[in-house]
C-alpha cells in the first residue's frame, strides 16, 4: 500500500479523518447547507460583521475606484495609498508607532518570527499556541522553549536558566486562547520580558474587536500597548473581512519590509479588502454594542452551564465545555446537529488526552433565548 493511501487508511479507522463540508451560504449566526440549516457554533465572526451592509458597501467601493487586485507585492507596484492609510488607523487603533499589514494572521507570524530570530536565539512560546506561530518558531530555526500553558512561574524558570545562553529572545503568547477561551498573565508575562531582557510578541486574533473600552484588544484592557514590542492581529475573526498585521515600533516596521518572506514575496491584499477592513474599524468604534452584548450572553451561557454542572472554561466568547471521553464528546456534537446546532468536538491531539470538549464560539446573532435553548438542549441530552 501507497504511503499516502496507507495515511488516509489510518486516519480513517480511527474516526479522525477531515473532510471539506461545503455550505451554500452563511448568514446572521447560520450555517445553511443543501437539505437543512444550522445555528452556527463554530465560526469566528464573532460581532456579526462579515455581513455588515457597511463592510460589503465599503468593498464594492473600493472595487469600483481601485479594481480587483492589487496586481503585485508591495515592493513591485502592488502598494497603494489605501495599504497605508489602513496602516495608520491600524497603528493609532493598537496604540503603537506604526504597523504593517500582511495577507493572513498565519503569514504574519511566520513572517514576524521568522524573520526576527535566528539560529543563535530562543523563542519562549505558551504550549497552546496557534500553528502559526509553532510554524514561525521552526522556520526561524531559533531554539524553542515552551511554557505551560499560561504558567509564569514556568516561564520564569526557562527565562531563567535559558536566556542567558542565546544572544536575542522572543516571548510569544495569544492574548485570548482558541482551543481554552483564556487569557494570559499578561503584566507578568511582560515584567518577565524586562527582566530578561527579550521581545514581547503577542496574537490578538480572538481579542481585537471584543475586549478593552475602545475595544482594541486585551492589550488595550491590561493598559499594556507602550511596553509590548509586536501586537500583531487580523481582520478575519471579529472584523468580519481578511487579512492581518503586526503593529510595533517605526524602525521594526521597516526591518519587516525588509525581511519579512511572507510579507515580500506575496501580492499585497486587494482593494476591497482594504477598504472593508477600514470600514469594519469604523464600525468597532461606532456599534460597541456588538461587543457589550456577545461577552454579556457569554458570562450567562458559561455561567447556566456551570449551574447545571458542566465544566466550561475561559472567560471570552469562547466557551469550551469538556466531557473527557472522545466517543461520547463525538456523540453530543452529533445528537445536537440533530437538533438544529453546528458545534464540532475537538479531540486530542488537538486538546490533551481526557479533556475532549466542544467548544462554542458565540457570536453577537447568539441571543440569550437562542442560547437558553440551547442550554436546555444539551441538558437534555446528557442527562446530568
Ligand atoms: C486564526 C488565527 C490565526 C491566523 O489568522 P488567519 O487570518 O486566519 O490566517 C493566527 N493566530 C491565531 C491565534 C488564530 O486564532
Redesign the pocket.
Known amino acids: 500500500m501507497g504511503r499516502i493511501e496507507k495515511f488516509l487508511r489510518d486516519k480513517k479507522e480511527k474516526g479522525l479523518l477531515r473532510i471539506l463540508r461545503p455550505a451554500r451560504f452563511r448568514k446572521e449566526g447560520k450555517i445553511y447547507f443543501k437539505d437543512r440549516s444550522f445555528i452556527d457554533f463554530s465560526s469566528n465572526d464573532y460581532l456579526g460583521l462579515s455581513g455588515h451592509p457597511k463592510i460589503k458597501e465599503a468593498a464594492e467601493k473600493t472595487i469600483t475606484t481601485l479594481g480587483t487586485s492589487s496586481s503585485a507585492s508591495r515592493l513591485l507596484s502592488g502598494d497603494l495609498n489605501i495599504h497605508h492609510k489602513l496602516e495608520k488607523r491600524i497603528a493609532s487603533f493598537k496604540e503603537k508607532e506604526d504597523a504593517l499589514l500582511f495577507n493572513?494572521?498565519?503569514q504574519a507570524?511566520v513572517g514576524i518570527i521568522s524573520s526576527l530570530l535566528g539560529k543563535n536565539d530562543a523563542i519562549f512560546s505558551d504550549k497552546l499556541n496557534?500553528a502559526?506561530?509553532i510554524d514561525g518558531m521552526l522556520l526561524s530555526g531559533a531554539k524553542i522553549f515552551r511554557f505551560r500553558h499560561n504558567d509564569i512561574e514556568h516561564l520564569e524558570f526557562l527565562l531563567k536558566s535559558q536566556r542567558n545562553n542565546y544572544k536575542e529572545a522572543l516571548i510569544v503568547t495569544?492574548t485570548v486562547f482558541?482551543m481554552e477561551g483564556d487569557k494570559p498573565p499578561l503584566k507578568e508575562v511582560a515584567s518577565l520580558k524586562d527582566r530578561y531582557s527579550s521581545m514581547l510578541l503577542v496574537?490578538e486574533?480572538?481579542a481585537t474587536g471584543i475586549f478593552g473600552e475602545k475595544g482594541k484588544g486585551v492589550v488595550e484592557e491590561m493598559g499594556l500597548a507602550a511596553r509590548i514590542e509586536l501586537v500583531m492581529g487580523?481582520f478575519?475573526?471579529a472584523l468580519g473581512s481578511f487579512g492581518?498585521y503586526v503593529a510595533c515600533s517605526s524602525e521594526l516596521k521597516k526591518y519587516f519590509v525588509n525581511s519579512a518572506r511572507s510579507f515580500i514575496y506575496s501580492t499585497s491584499l486587494p482593494p476591497s479588502i482594504i477598504g472593508a477592513n477600514l470600514a469594519s474599524l469604523d464600525l468597532i468604534e461606532e456599534e460597541p454594542f456588538r461587543r457589550l452584548t456577545l461577552l454579556c450572553n457569554s458570562d450567562y451561557f458559561r455561567q447556566e452551564l456551570g449551574k447545571k454542572g458542566f465544566r466550561t472554561r475561559g472567560t471570552s466568547q469562547i466557551v469550551p465545555v469538556i466531557f473527557k471521553d472522545s466517543q461520547r464528546t463525538v456523540k453530543i456534537s452529533q445528537d445536537l446537529q440533530k437538533k438544529g446546532y453546528w458545534v464540532l468536538p475537538i479531540r486530542p491531539p488537538t486538546v490533551p488526552e481526557g479533556e475532549a470538549r466542544l467548544r462554542f464560539s458565540l457570536t453577537y446573532h447568539h441571543t440569550k433565548d437562542i442560547l437558553g435553548k440551547l442550554i436546555d438542549d444539551i441538558s437534555q441530552i446528557c442527562h446530568v
Do not use: F, Q, V
Open positions: 493572513s494572521g498565519y507570524n496557534h502559526s506561530i495569544e482558541s496574537d486574533a480572538h487580523t478575519s475573526k492581518a
